[in-house]
């Protein structure tokens, strides 16, 4: 798909660990400079951002669902064997209960140890965990998922009450893959949505930086994805390059177009509308000496339509796959680079927007990041953080 070209960036923006920038780019004219900011930095926020509710839970990647019969709210996060913990409520206190996987991830890419960036959903008395594993920087990565009749932990204790089925058929992307849109997408950051109002066709979205956020239609026993290209939607893209390519980026380990900082999709539904969630920006390794330019470290951002296959666009009627996105929460006091959403219902109708965020007041580091959450209101059909 053709993109829009922009003007060129200089070197001050985005960058990762064990990045080698390539040549420095010519610095913009001065009037170039206004139309850059505009490009890269959200509009301001019409009204002060609320703070977050930041709790004890250490976590990347968040997926919570509650488990009303009990109260149990159980979190499922990126780590070894995909480890679960419970609280009585988001607020916590929350406690490790155990892990999805018993063993080491049967996925043929990545690291199979510490799978990332689960989603957990639940349908008819079945629970799928959906994961990635990948290696940082590379898109070298599949998608699988695991099943169990109990949303708990295998406790090592006896059978394990989580099936690991796998890599999802079509679900790998990388060295040596052909199928669209796999050739050219990152499969990790996978997350699953019914749609309940037609025909309860399941749909992943997923990807990560590169080509950005594509969505496919399940199988109708979850476990699979349909292979017809026509099925295929993108859904979103970061048209600019925020940071030139490495000097080794290859396609597969790094973009040789550049640094295209978009991930993370989550959707939702509040009738009529369907959201896509996403977070922008540099995550989670942040050194306190070197912090990204401001506006460019993680912030969540949204479009809308009225059907889960897109086409998305937001406030100002920008389609997401343009650069559009409606910045909804951002770093604010000391809250710090807040991303990896989702949405969570409770039986009350009260909507949340759950989140991994630093808090600047105790550090910047990969393992400083909690879970938050904060409730939401819809004003006009547009969520706003409270």
């Not at 994805?225 to 390059?241: I, K």
């Not at 604010?332 to 759950?354: H, K, R, S, T």
């Not at 580091?365 to 904060?374: C, K, P, T, V, Y």
């Amino acid at each position: 798909m053709p993109t829009t070209q922009w003007p060129l960036l200089p070197t001050f923006s985005i960058t990762q660990p064990g990045d080698e920038p390539g040549p420095m780019l010519p610095q913009p004219r001065p009037f170039l400079r206004r139309i850059i900011r505009s490009i890269t930095h959200p509009l301001p926020q019409p009204t002060p951002l609320p703070p977050t509710h930041i709790t004890d839970l250490h976590i990347h990647d968040p997926s919570i669902i509650h488990d009303a019969t009990t109260n149990t709210y159980y979190a499922y996060g990126s780590g070894p064997r995909i480890p679960i913990h419970t609280a009585p409520s988001l607020s916590g206190p929350w406690t490790l209960a155990g892990t999805v996987l018993s063993h080491d991830s049967k996925l043929p890419r990545g690291d199979t140890k510490a799978p990332w960036a689960p989603t957990t959903i639940s349908l008819n008395g079945v629970y799928y965990c959906f994961y990635a594993t990948s290696n940082s920087g590379c898109r070298n990565s599949a998608l699988g998922v695991a099943t169990s009749s109990h949303p708990g932990p295998d406790l090592n204790s006896g059978p394990s009450t989580w099936t690991d089925h796998g890599a999802l058929p079509l679900g790998i992307s990388g060295i040596g893959i052909t199928t669209y849109p796999f050739d050219r997408a990152n499969a990790i950051d996978i997350s699953v949505v019914i749609d309940h109002t037609t025909d309860g066709t399941a749909y992943m979205s997923f990807g990560s930086f590169w080509t950005g956020i594509w969505q496919i239609p399940l199988t109708g026993d979850f476990l699979g994805a349909d292979p017809r290209v026509e099925e295929v939607r993108h859904l979103a893209f970061e048209p600019t390059a925020v940071h030139p390519p490495a000097k080794k980026a290859d396609g597969v380990c790094g973009d040789a177009t550049g640094m295209h900082p978009i991930e993370g999709a989550f959707v939702s539904f509040r009738d009529p509308w369907w959201y896509l969630w996403f977070s922008w920006g540099k995550c989670c390794h942040f050194d306190p000496e070197r912090l990204p330019r401001e506006g460019m470290e993680y912030s969540i951002r949204l479009g809308r339509s009225l059907s889960p296959r897109g086409p998305f666009h937001d406030k100002r009627g920008r389609d997401l796959l343009n650069g559009g996105g409606e910045t909804i929460y951002a770093s604010n006091d000391d809250v710090y680079a807040p991303g990896g959403q989702g949405v969570l219902a409770d039986e009350g109708g009260m909507y949340f927007i759950i989140i991994i965020v630093m808090n600047k007041s105790i550090g910047y580091g990969f393992h400083d990041a909690r879970l938050g959450f904060n409730p939401l209101v819809y004003v006009d059909g547009w969520p706003v953080a409270q």
